[in-house]
């Protein structure tokens, strides 16, 4: 039994604004510890529920902010960037049983602290097929197409209620209740890890494969941008095409592709900001 941990940092425990959540910022080094905290509990709940192995893919921003000599002995963790599936590298070797979002949030567009897609700003809205999407949505359909389902959700209220469409059956735990995008009433880490392990340790019976999703596409990804220029920038990126005001879409075959396609987007759209006027 294999536990993948997609772990991001804008769900964790006490995390409200971008000093919180920005390598550097004045907060950071403080919230890193609770990010850690809130992996650890979810590890000890796996492996208390009958996991073999936990590995932890970290999946925020720079991909460095988790302490490693703070986690949990028994897990394991990849670390750094430039990984073929991002967020949820690991899942397509075949050996992953469930997936856990952890410390994950909302949509850009939506309501939530800390709501974006993948940039922290310039994105005003994704869109699959139509749907909005976060990037919770966006992951669990590439882990789908690998039979892997999404056992654990942790983030704010809101961000639990987004789960519900895309994994209804997983267990989730709101660590913080949305007042704003920066602000929220939070629980004290020792109940959010205490709420998160008891989750964790339920959701192993839910790792259970599933026939891969595959031929379910093809997808359409609509993305919409704060700026003109940035839709003309990700028409760079080939098949990706005007589909209306700052917004571009593409079509493809699977979401293997579709999750590439868009981590290619905002890739060209980051490099074409610019620093006072986006």
Known sequence: MKILISADMEGVTGVTCPADVLPGASQ???CRHLFTSDVNAAVAGFFDGGADEVLINEAHWSMRNLLLEKLDERAQMLTGKHKT?????????????????VGYHTGAGTPGVLAHTYL??????VWVDGARASEGLLNSL??????????????DDLTCADAKGYAPHARSVAVKDCVSRYAAVCRPPARTAEDIHAAAKEAVAL?????PARGTGPFTVDVEFDADHLAGAATVVPGVVPSGERRVSYTTATMYDGIRCF????????????????
Do not use: C
């Open 142 to 155: 590439v882990v789908a197409e690998y039979g892997v389902p999404v056992v654990l959700v942790t983030g």
């Open 263 to 278: 981590k290619a987007v905002t890739t060209v759209v980051s490099a074409a900001v610019e620093e006072q006027y986006g």
């Open 120 to 125: 922290a700003n310039s994105i005003t809205g």
């Open 207 to 211: 790792a259970v494969r599933y026939e």
């Open 28 to 30: 950071w080094e403080r």
């Open 85 to 101: 599936l991002s967020m949820v590298e690991g899942v397509q070797h075949g050996d992953v049983d469930g997936v856990a979002f």
